[in-house]
């Protein structure tokens, strides 16, 4: 019992803070970056990639695990996993779009951008490579999705007071933008001591 706990705040912890999927493994930028110019829109984004993330690890490990190894149809992962995300991310636009409409209009086309966003797909077919149970693939899910929260946040925080400063012209909009997240990403690589 002990050990489950143990590993499983082993994966949340690294999941979420060393193996940070937007710092350290560079995965899901595209969001990242087009959507950090508001803490209230990357919270919101970090909210729907987070429910997405988190159901799309549970669904895909299900399905690996009682439909796809069973049948030996493993090889049809990706394409089954980029299908349950496509769904999910269809359901999350439309709860959006009726019940919370300023995060859904201010989200835009970043919101379908969840669909492609290679950070889901990464972590379902990590789950799988890594070998983790049902249960440790969901909160590995969720972590991985906190971190990006996290780190989205942090940048839109940051984005919002450098808009500010003086700044020379060659490095206004995305390249400080660019230098800054670098420079998380750097900051990120100190929570390696905790693995």
Not at 59 to 71: A, R
Not at 92 to 99: D, G, H, N, S, T
Not at 109 to 114: D, G, K, M
Not at 119 to 130: E, M
Request: hydrophobic share 55%.
């Amino acid at each position: 019992m002990t050990n489950t706990i143990l590993q499983l705040l082993s994966i949340l912890i690294t999941a979420s803070l060393v193996n940070n999927v937007v710092l350290s493994q560079f995965l899901g930028l595209c969001p990242f970056l087009g959507v950090s110019r508001k803490t209230d829109t990357a919270f919101g984004m970090g909210m729907a990639l987070t429910f997405v993330m988190t159901l799309a690890s549970f669904v895909c490990s299900l399905i690996y695990k009682f439909i796809l190894t069973p049948l030996d149809l493993s090889f049809l992962q990706t394409i089954v996993f980029i299908l349950v995300i496509a769904m999910l991310v269809q359901f999350v636009e439309m709860f959006l779009k009726k019940y919370v409409v300023s995060l859904y209009q201010s989200l835009g086309v970043y919101l379908p951008l969840i669909t492609t966003n290679c950070a889901v797909l990464g972590i379902a077919l990590n789950n799988v490579t890594d070998e983790y149970n049902t249960l440790e693939s969901t909160i590995c899910g969720a972590a991985t999705a906190i971190g990006f929260t996290i780190a989205i946040v942090i940048l839109a925080g940051i984005r919002e007071k450098i808009q500010y400063n003086d700044i020379p012209k060659p490095f206004k909009g995305m390249p400080i933008v660019l230098i800054t997240s670098g420079l998380m990403a750097i900051a990120f690589t100190g929570f390696a001591g905790l693995k």
